[in-house]
């Protein structure tokens, strides 16, 4: 059997405080657009449906509401805004830097965002561009070809098939290598969960329901929407669907080969494909969520379940407000964060159902093992604990203050060492590379990523500052969990309350 590329990639691009000097600097001059530029006479405006007073796409005030929830133009036009679209400008000399609803490591926006339209008011069948600096998206082929060729590439997926509308991301991977190298097939992924997430929740918000999936076959996908596989790589098919019950069947992750060859982001992604016939199903049963569930149960866990989260939490009555107002915090006041503001955060991110925000997208929970550093909150002991996901129970792993610890491990980073509380994602990458083959690595960070983007929004209709954290310490961070080097840390969000007010 060949060793998995997955688990070679994961720690070739380890950083570690002896080799996190090395890298070769940026080179400015090649910084690449973080988005495409479309030249094509058919597009379809979608500027003047946004409720924004005044329009900084049209200069206008928005026009009288049109409806605006489930099946219509000005539905689709807030979906793809408040998942990825441009919500605050900072001017640079020489090149603005657009921020986009969902953020991205680094400012960098790998993601790209496809629409294929099979049946939906104001648009032809097509495929089409999501052009972020116009709000618009601009016809890049005609007909419902491309959402049926979607529908097979998903190997009859029932939510892609039953989708009117059908969007594909995908990840332009040298916008995000340009500055973290190989390591950067992480970040992408976590990046596209995040739009994904955000995606989710625009989705509730504007009355439609989102089906997300990552088992696709890949070489379809590209065909369907001409991409240069090299360059661009996809990394979920959504289906836009109407309300109303769920469709079945429908698959989020399915396994792959393990691979052979050089760890690098593209050869990783190669290895990853699924192919024409869709693999066999994992049947994994409740055991791996078990496990989740009772890790660390020896310790008496401290449940938050109750605290603060009984009815829906904030974000849930202002989704779209929230992801206007989103951005990461720079800097956090050393100041405490409540126990149910905290426990609120979190019941969104695991909970989301629970807590008024719908049936939110996952595509292999199973994997993921969270842990939360309490560095300051009123009413829990500073310490490292494991999270039960569904029950929302602390379990301590070593006590005392974790913050310089933390600090250290997000490679000195203020914004991990003053946070209130730091949330960690990690899994035991060689047990998830064994049921789903190298492809988990994809599994893992896309749904990190959501989680990821909830927490996100979840703080900031709280009032509290968040930030996403890709850049750590790997095997310190692991040390610090108490779990095995060998396992994978995958991603860390810092919480707390913004230095800023
Ligand atoms: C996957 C991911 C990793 C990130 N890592 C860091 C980090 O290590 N340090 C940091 O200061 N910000 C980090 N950020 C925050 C980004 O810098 C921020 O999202 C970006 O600058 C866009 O700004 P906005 O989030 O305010 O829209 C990360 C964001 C994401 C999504």
């Not at 080179?27 to 657009?33: H, I, N, S, T």
């Not at 969007?167 to 970040?187: L, P």
């Not at 310790?299 to 779209?320: F, K, N, Q």
């Not at 049936?359 to 494991?386: K, M, N, T, W």
């Amino acid at each position: 059997m060949a060793v998995s590329l997955a688990l070679r990639f994961h720690q070739s691009t380890k950083y570690a405080p002896e080799t996190i000097g090395n890298h070769p600097g940026l080179d400015w001059e090649r910084q690449p657009v973080p988005y495409k530029q479309y030249h094509s006479e058919g597009s379809v405006e979608l500027a003047d449906l946004l409720p924004l007073d005044p329009n900084p796409f049209t200069g206008r005030p928005p026009e009288a509401i049109e409806p605006w929830h489930g099946r219509t133009l000005a539905a689709l036009s807030r979906w793809i805004y408040f998942t990825y679209g441009v919500t605050a400008i900072v001017r640079h000399p020489g090149r603005d830097q657009l921020l986009r609803a969902a953020p991205s490591a680094g400012g960098l926006y790998p993601a790209e965002m496809y629409v294929a339209v099979r049946d939906w008011p104001g648009l032809a069948a097509g495929l089409y561009g999501y052009d972020p600096q116009h709000h618009r998206l601009v016809m890049l082929d005609e007909g419902d070809g491309v959402a049926k060729a979607l529908g097979q590439a998903t190997y009859g997926n029932a939510a892609i098939d039953a989708a009117p509308v059908v969007a594909v991301v995908t990840a332009v991977f040298e916008r995000s290598r340009w500055r973290y190298q190989e390591r950067a097939y992480r970040r992408v992924l976590l990046d596209s969960g995040h739009l994904i997430g955000s995606a989710g929740l625009a989705a509730q918000a504007v009355g439609l329901r989102l089906h997300a999936t990552a088992a696709f076959c890949d070489g379809r996908v590209e065909a369907a929407l001409r991409l240069d596989a090299e360059e661009e790589g996809v990394m979920a098919v959504l289906g836009l669907n109407l309300p109303g019950p769920a469709e079945r069947p429908t698959w989020t992750a399915l396994p792959s080969a393990v691979g052979e060859g050089q760890p690098t982001l593209v050869e990783l992604h190669r290895a990853s494909r699924l192919g024409e016939q869709r693999p066999r199903l994992v049947a994994k049963g409740e055991a791996s969520a078990e496990a989740l569930e009772t890790t660390h149960g020896w310790t008496s866990g401290d449940r938050l379940r109750g605290a603060g989260c009984a009815g829906p939490v904030p974000l849930a009555t202002d989704v779209l407000g929230t992801v206007l107002r989103r951005r990461s915090c720079r800097r956090f006041a050393r100041a405490a964060i409540s126990r149910d503001a905290l426990a609120r955060v979190l019941a969104a991110a695991y909970l989301p159902e629970a807590v008024g925000l719908g049936e939110q997208p996952a595509f292999d929970r199973s994997l993921l093992a969270s842990f939360i550093a309490v560095c300051h909150v009123d009413g829990i002991a500073p310490g490292v604990y494991y999270l039960a996901p569904h029950q929302l129970e602390l379990r301590l792993v070593r006590s005392g203050d974790p913050r310089d610890a933390v600090r250290f491990i997000a490679l000195g980073q203020d914004l991990a060492g003053d946070a209130a509380a730091v949330v960690f994602h990690a899994a035991d990458l060689a047990a998830c590379v064994r049921d789903l083959g190298d492809r988990a690595y994809r599994y893992l960070h896309l749904d990190a990523g959501v989680v990821g983007q909830r927490l996100n929004l979840a703080a900031v209709a709280e009032g509290l500052g968040v930030s996403g954290i890709g850049g750590f310490f790997d095997d310190h961070t692991a040390d610090v969990l108490g779990i095995p080097r060998a396992q994978a840390v995958v991603y860390i969000t810092s919480l707390g309350v913004p230095a800023d007010g």
